[in-house]
């Protein structure tokens, strides 16, 4: 069974490398849909996964090595 990226999005910084490195996996979503109340900037977008056997796990670990803030893991 393949395993599953996950981002944590509250440490997520927007940065966009891991859809530069692995998009057939990870796109970003805006978060100005979501109105929870929170205090979030308007336009800020959060790296998601939206295809999680998009591509090979050597492909995604290199968009998680990459990460600077290290908010990619497999999920448990």
Do not use: L
């Not at 990870?26 to 998601?48: L, V, W």
């Not at 056997?53 to 803030?69: H, L, R, V, Y």
């Amino acid at each position: 069974m393949p395993r599953i990226p996950v981002v944590d999005q509250e440490q997520c910084i927007s940065c966009e490398v891991c859809t530069q490195i692995c998009p057939e996996v990870f796109r970003m979503e805006g978060e100005s849909g979501h109105d929870h109340g929170h205090d979030h900037a308007h336009g800020e977008h959060k790296s998601m996964v939206y295809n999680p056997t998009g591509a090979p796990e050597s492909k995604i670990e290199e968009a998680m090595d990459n990460c600077p803030a290290a908010c990619i893991y497999w999920q448990e």
